[in-house]
């Protein structure tokens, strides 16, 4: 089977690099064109790159030549890790010119006809394509997006308990890695000792997305669950790995073995589909009271799963509980690889 080949638009940025990493020997795909700002456009991608991971850059991704972001690109889809300001206009335009655009920005997520999608949660949602390809005046291109790193951890234990329970009311406290804010980031002298609250957007993306992501397409419109949630954010001194402190009230009356009970028999509807990316269980219960840690779960699944502490009632909600997700992966590249491979198992791509 030939490969696709796939266009990565901020590959030099932390997104762009896990995007690369994480191709790296893909069975489906391969990258073939990268593309980052005027600043790195006609640098071999080795020097334009700042690399930061531990696995070196792919030898066929060394001497590449950085391309501009513009239509015109020898790829069959695009994965982008633009800067939300950039990818505005820039996926708009591919888009429009017939490519497939599969994003981690957060421009285009809330728009009525685009995809906020999760594989194992929403792959109902792809419906919405015939109206945004109709917007976009085209028959191939389009954009799909996926979340904010810290809502995408968070859905999953709500969605078990809105499927099983209904679920009213969520509070969450993140405590969000620094790779999150991109390279360079914080500046040193203003995290090294202390947590930065209130980072900027980020509490009113947690408190909407969850909501178009669990809510329905219906009659070529979203609805939205009915759901309220209150986020509160930080940024505090760890490389990868966002941890959540979660409270939940629910619409029926449960015990917290009964609300552990759901989560863990959380099933997708895409477990049959067989993606590479897709981590079996996709939600992962620990039973001890110090887990999830950003160090020692990061990476189960790969990177791809969410690993959620033990469930306790709780004295102002119904229960609270923490969970963890690696930001760069699950939340942000592993996540628009797997919504490729969805893509591509149902013939869009
Ligand atoms: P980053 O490290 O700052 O990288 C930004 C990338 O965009 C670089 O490759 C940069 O290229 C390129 N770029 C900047 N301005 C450009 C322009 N005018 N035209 C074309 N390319 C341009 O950012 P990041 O953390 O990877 O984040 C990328 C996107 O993913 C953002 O929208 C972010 O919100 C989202 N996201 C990030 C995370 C995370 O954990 N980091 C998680 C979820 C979503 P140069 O090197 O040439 O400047």
């Given at each position: 089977m030939r490969k696709l080949s796939v266009g990565i638009l901020g590959a030099t940025g932390t997104v762009g690099q896990r995007l690369i990493q994480l191709l790296d020997g893909h069975p489906w795909f391969e990258t073939a064109v990268v593309a980052a700002s005027d600043n790195s456009a006609g640098k071999r991608y080795e020097e334009a790159a700042h690399w930061l991971l531990e696995?070196?850059?792919p030898a066929s991704v060394r001497q590449l030549v950085v391309q501009p972001?513009?239509?015109?690109?020898?790829?069959d889809f695009v994965l982008s890790g633009l800067p939300s300001r950039v990818a505005r206009e820039t996926e708009l335009e591919l888009a429009k010119s017939g490519m497939p655009v599969i994003s981690?920005?957060?421009?285009?997520?809330?728009?009525?006809?685009?995809p906020l999608l999760i594989p194992e949660i929403?792959?109902?949602?792809?419906?919405?394509l015939d109206v945004q390809k109709r917007r976009l005046g085209g028959a191939k291109g389009y954009i799909v997006t996926n979340p904010n790193c810290s809502t995408i951890g968070l859905v999953f234990p709500m969605a078990a308990l809105e499927r099983k329970f209904g679920l009213e009311a969520v509070h969450v406290v993140t405590m969000q890695a620094?790779?999150?804010?991109?390279?360079?980031?914080?500046?040193s002298l203003d995290i090294i000792d202390n947590v930065l609250p209130a980072i900027e957007g980020e509490e009113e993306k947690i408190e909407t997305e969850p909501l178009k992501i669990l809510g329905r397409w219906k009659e070529s419109k979203f609805e939205d669950a009915a759901i309220r949630i209150s986020a509160l954010t930080h940024r505090v001194s760890v490389r990868d790995g966002h941890l959540e402190a979660v409270s939940v009230k629910l619409r029926t009356a449960a015990s917290a073995q009964d609300v552990a009970e759901a989560m863990r028999a959380f099933t997708s509807p895409?477990?049959?589909?067989?993606?590479?990316?897709?981590?079996?269980?996709v939600m992962i219960l620990e039973?001890?009271?110090?887990?999830?840690?950003p160090r020692l779960d990061r990476d189960r699944g790969h990177g791809m799963a969410v690993v959620v502490g033990p469930v306790a009632p709780c004295p102002v909600l119904d229960f609270k509980f923490r969970l963890l997700s690696h930001n760069t992966i699950r939340g942000a590249a592993g996540a628009a690889v797997l919504n490729a491979e969805l893509l591509h198992r149902k013939g869009m791509l």
């Open positions: 696995t070196p850059i972001c513009r239509p015109g690109l020898a790829c981690n920005a957060g421009s285009h997520r809330m728009e009525p006809d685009v929403n792959p109902e949602h792809l419906a919405a620094l790779s999150g804010a991109g390279y360079p980031g914080e500046a895409i477990d049959e589909l067989a993606l590479p990316s897709a981590p079996r269980p039973s001890h009271a110090q887990r999830p840690q």
